[in-house]
């Protein structure tokens, strides 16, 4: 028993170097690309917003670690999920009411006196209140010590009232084009917009809490889908849109900061009140910059992993119905779950998705933004 032991903490020890030098990457990575867009973009001050958040959110959700373990917020893991999960029973959970106001304030600072300074109020509402739909979804569910807090068509209906809020807000003050850029073509869909708006936002924020299932998954992914869209932003339109690329980079601060304690083996989960918010935010972002498509392109694993459980339970009740027995498509949803269960190691998947995603990143900016 001892041997085995030593031998496993040897294999996380090896794990754990890895996923630090793919973040250090990650990390590098973005920063060059905020150093070079600046000297590009002579007003579009990235670097430093994304500098301050990242070491910010760090701090803060290291802050808290012991907060959360001093009142017993711990991750609960539903029994029919992967064995090897059960490993991480006890981390503390809820980091996202930590990580996430601090991407509101900042940008609330560093933007106050600027002429679309109401779009960033507009969209702090929005993602605020999605957090705070997350918390007590997570608070529910600490509290009936499940996997399962609020009841699906109770959250659906939350997440439904807020968006509905948000547009009409969007609407009266004309934050909302009427038309959606499909790649190089732009369609004028009027009002429709405001139904599409909804759709977003509700698929968007449940697509990235089914996506946050692996450690460091969705924080990676958020890093590099929040940097693509700032990048999008300014090479479209650099004067009007000038406000929200910062705004992407200070959220992809926060998510980097958090990724550094989220990371495998993770310390800290972010909970629904992180992953429900930082989807509100990309589809709320993306939608008054106009950018829904370069969303679902760059947001390509949020949707397969939406579409995986959508497959599944689909496919199984279809089945069950017309054969009297259930079938599975995957071996478990969502997607990353299969992975697992088909013997591929959890860290090999978290990177294998953040590589997919950087590629999903940069098809977006060759092929969607210059005709």
Partial sequence: MEKFKKLLDKKRTSFSNIINIQILFLFGLILIICFLIDCYYKNSNLTIPFIITTLVSSIITFISIPKLKKFKIKQIFREEGPRNHFLKQGTPTMGGIFFIPIGIIISNILYINTENYKIILTLSFLIIFFMFIGFIDDYLSLKKQLNT??????????????????????????????????????????????????????AESNSTNLTDGLDGLL?????????????????????????????????????????????????????????????????????????????????????????????????????????????????????????????????????????????????????????
């Fill in 149 to 202: 807090g609020l009841k699906s068509n109770q959250k659906i209906i939350l997440q439904f009232l807020i968006s509905l809020i948000f547009i009409i807000i969007c609407a009266s003050n004309n934050l909302i084009p009427e038309n959606i850029q499909i790649a190089n073509k732009i369609i004028h869909i009027g009002n429709l917009i405001y139904p599409l708006g909804i759709f977003v936002i509700l």
């Fill in 219 to 371: 924080s990676g992914c958020s890093v590099l889908i929040f940097t693509g869209l700032a990048i999008t932003i300014l090479i479209k339109n650099p004067s009007n849109d000038c406000t929200l690329a910062p705004l992407c980079i200070v959220m992809a601060g926060t998510c980097m900061g958090f990724l550094f304690l989220n990371k495998y083996p993770a310390k800290l989960f972010m909970g629904d009140s992180g992953s429900l918010a930082l989807g509100a935010s990309l589809g709320g972002i993306a939608l008054i910059s106009n950018n829904l498509w370069s969303l679902l392109i760059m947001g390509g694993i949020l949707f397969a992993e939406s579409i995986s459980v959508i497959l599944q339970v689909s496919i199984f009740k279809i089945s069950k119905q017309l054969n009297g027995k259930g079938h599975r498509f995957f071996l478990m949803a969502p997607l990353h779950h299969h992975f697992e269960l088909k013997g591929n190691n959890e860290i090999l998947i978290v990177i294998s998705f953040w590589f997919i995603t950087l590629l999903l990143v940069v098809a977006n900016l060759i092929f969607f933004i210059k005709p």
